[in-house]
């Protein structure tokens, strides 16, 4: 059974910045494409980042490129998302996801989904 569990999520204030992780389980992880997406209430879910298998491939949403940085430890069965700059309309449940595809940002291309953990972040 496949398990992504996010963790790292809090409160920040604006400027600041936040470490996400992902482990995961179950699944043949340095083969798996990666992604972060993020919802907001009443919005729809929104592409973060993605990184592919080996970690040489990202490719970021418009509004996080330059702040945001996805990386992966295959060894651990990881991936991150380090976020710099935040801002209050990054604030938003993250959800870390898991792909057999490469290059995609549409979610309904992934197929496995962590729970999500909680950033908030104050003006």
């Known amino acids: 059974q496949v398990q992504l569990v996010e963790s790292g999520g809090g409160l920040v204030q604006a400027g600041g910045s936040l470490r996400l992780s992902c482990a995961a389980s179950g699944l043949i992880f340095s083969t798996a494409a990666m992604g972060w997406f993020r919802q907001a209430p009443g919005l729809e879910r929104e592409f973060v980042a993605r990184?592919?298998?080996?970690?040489?491939?990202?490719y970021y949403g418009d509004s996080v490129k330059g702040r945001f940085t996805i990386s992966r430890d295959n060894a651990k069965n990881t991936i991150y998302l380090q976020m710099n700059s935040l801002r209050p309309e990054d604030t938003a449940l993250y959800y870390c996801a898991a792909t057999t595809y490469a290059s995609v940002t549409d979610p309904t291309l992934y197929r496995y989904w962590g729970q999500g953990t909680q950033v908030t972040v104050s003006s």
């Open positions: 990184i592919g298998w080996s970690g040489s491939s990202t």
